[in-house]
């Protein structure tokens, strides 16, 4: 994996997770909005919107640089409109990212021939 892919999986990871935190703070904002008088939504939304767009930015470099499978893409797209999705994005790709390093080294110390 060269490094501009690495790059961009790495920025699709570090968003993902702040995205989802936004989001569930977002519907908390919601829910109190409607039963008591704190109204923070317009901020949250702002936020969520801006971390939302960010990750899709994020996520269409990825897919772009890595030539996933458009399951995979689907996948990671899914993930970003699910509430705790990003959650999963996160760990899916830090799992990943894991395993190519492990690849790499193996591949550099002559074990495998991948």
């Known amino acids: 994996m060269d490094f501009k892919t690495a790059t961009a999986l790495r920025r699709l990871r570090l968003v993902s ?9 977002l519907l908390i904002c919601s829910v109190l909005k409607r ?3 704190f109204n923070a939504v ?6 969520h919107g801006v971390l939302f767009i960010l990750y899709l930015v994020f996520w269409a470099d990825a897919w772009n640089r890595t030539k996933w ?3 995979t893409a689907a996948l990671y797209f899914v993930l970003s409109v699910l509430p705790t999705g990003g959650f ?27």
Do not use: C
């Open 69 to 71: 499978k458009w399951q």
């Open 35 to 37: 039963t008591t008088d």
């Open 88 to 114: 999963f994005a996160e760990r899916k790709l830090k799992r990943e990212a894991e395993a190519d390093v492990i690849a790499a080294r193996a591949r550099k110390e002559g074990v495998v021939n991948a």
């Open 42 to 47: 317009p901020v949250m939304g702002m936020v």
């Open 17 to 25: 997770a702040p995205e989802a935190v936004s989001f569930l703070l």
